[in-house]
């Protein structure tokens, strides 16, 4: 049971680049997220999907996609990468409880 | 609309002394609220949650956190500071029925020899 999985661990882009944040939980959850973390910013919700075949804007959508490919997947896609995406991506799950499971995160650097 | 505010991005303690980190609600319905700690490289962990059972809510490494409706508060407590538990603190609040978290924007907890 490896719980919250993300892929890459790192990354560096330049600007203008595209990209695609791979995240797999193996819990079973319906629910999943996709945060971004920023120094003295805490954590800011992009996009979550509440079930597979759903998918809702957060906070901060700009710039981002996203796809619930089935249960287990859910990927962010940054299609023209910009210095202000810079940042630490986290993705979570969640079931009918009211945690939320996160995975190790990615760290994104746009030059 | 809810709302997350923790009081100092930086507390400093010394081993063995109590550790306090505040944490300041706002909702308008009865909240569920949360303690999370990500150590230095990593994700978040969750260390104890409310969610309108015993006030007094005990966590994961010795944390407890106390609900105190009146003060819109959810301080989070440790009677003796351990050199482990320096990382970084996030209160979270639920907002809505999808389950979506509303962080502060984290306390670091530095604790000294």
């Known amino acids: 049971n490896a719980g919250v999985t993300q892929t890459p661990k790192f990354q560096v882009l330049k600007t203008g680049q595209s990209m695609t944040l791979q995240c797999a939980q193996d819990m079973n959850h319906n629910s999943m997220y996709w945060y971004r973390q920023d120094p003295g910013m805490g954590l800011r919700l992009i996009y979550y999907s509440a079930s597979e075949g759903t998918t809702d804007k957060g906070e901060v959508p700009n710039g981002y996609n996203v796809s619930r490919l089935n249960k287990r997947e859910f990927s962010l896609r940054l299609e023209s990468a910009a210095p202000s995406q810079t940042s630490v991506y986290f993705c979570a799950s969640r079931k009918d409880s009211h945690e939320q499971y996160f995975g190790p995160g990615t760290r994104l650097t746009v030059t | 609309a809810q709302s997350v505010t923790q009081l100092g991005s930086h507390v400093s303690v010394s081993e063995g002394a109590l550790v306090l980190l505040r944490c300041n609600y706002s909702s308008s319905v009865p909240p569920y609220l949360f303690w999370y700690v990500q150590y230095p490289n990593q994700g978040l962990q969750l260390l104890l949650k409310?969610?309108?059972?015993?006030?007094l809510v005990k966590g994961i490494n010795g944390f407890e956190a106390e609900f105190k409706k009146s003060e819109t508060s959810f301080h989070l407590t440790k009677p003796s500071a351990h050199m482990s538990d320096a990382a970084e603190y996030f209160c979270a609040v639920r907002r809505g029925s999808q389950g979506n978290l509303i962080f502060g924007k984290g306390t670091k907890l530095s604790v000294k020899p």
């Open positions: 409310y969610t309108s059972a015993a006030t």
